[in-house]
């Protein structure tokens, strides 16, 4: 694998984990919707992580997510569950960042950060296999 692609993939991640941080750090301060947002691009950005090994990329959310869909949750690779994770919380943050009077819980966001934490480690997990497995 080219170097540039592994160092790609670092660099998402590292996005992905430093989204993380800053979602609990505003659940922390009450800040809710934009703890929900930061939580979504915490998975979102890992997933790129792991599709730069692919060398794929889209500027669309959705092409993002229907590739991951397509290529890891329909082979089986990883479980549907992950597809829910993503879909679920891409749906909660287009709610929260463009309705008017949607109101996120702290409840929304304690369960979007718990379920990103699950999505990324799992995707860590798979790139370590992938990059075993190409070197």
Request: no cysteine.
């Given at each position: 694998?080219?170097?540039?692609i592994?160092?790609?993939?670092?660099?998402?991640?590292?996005?992905?984990?430093?989204?993380?941080?800053?979602?609990?750090?505003?659940?922390?301060?009450?800040?809710?919707d934009?703890?929900?947002?930061?939580?979504?691009?915490?998975?979102?950005?890992?997933?790129?992580?792991?599709?730069?090994?692919?060398?794929?990329?889209?500027?669309k959310?959705?092409?993002?997510?229907?590739?991951?869909?397509?290529?890891?949750?329909?082979?089986?690779?990883?479980?549907?569950?992950?597809?829910?994770?993503?879909?679920?919380?891409?749906?909660?943050?287009n709610?929260?960042?463009?309705?008017?009077?949607?109101?996120?819980s702290?409840?929304?966001?304690?369960?979007?950060?718990?379920?990103?934490?699950?999505?990324?480690?799992?995707?860590?997990?798979?790139?370590?296999?992938?990059?075993?497995?190409?070197?």
């Amino acid at each position: 694998m080219q170097p540039e692609i592994i160092d790609l993939s670092r660099y998402r991640m590292e996005k992905a984990k430093a989204d993380m941080a800053a979602s609990e750090i505003l659940l922390n301060e009450g800040l809710f919707d934009q703890s929900l947002n930061r939580s979504y691009y915490a998975i979102f950005h890992s997933v790129r992580s792991l599709l730069a090994l692919d060398q794929f990329d889209s500027r669309k959310h959705s092409g993002i997510i229907a590739y991951f869909n397509r290529n890891y949750v329909s082979p089986g690779t990883l479980d549907r569950e992950y597809a829910k994770i993503i879909m679920g919380a891409e749906r909660m943050r287009n709610k929260s960042d463009y309705d008017d009077f949607f109101v996120v819980s702290k409840a929304d966001a304690e369960n979007q950060i718990k379920n990103a934490k699950k999505f990324i480690t799992a995707i860590e997990s798979l790139i370590a296999v992938k990059m075993n497995f190409s070197s």
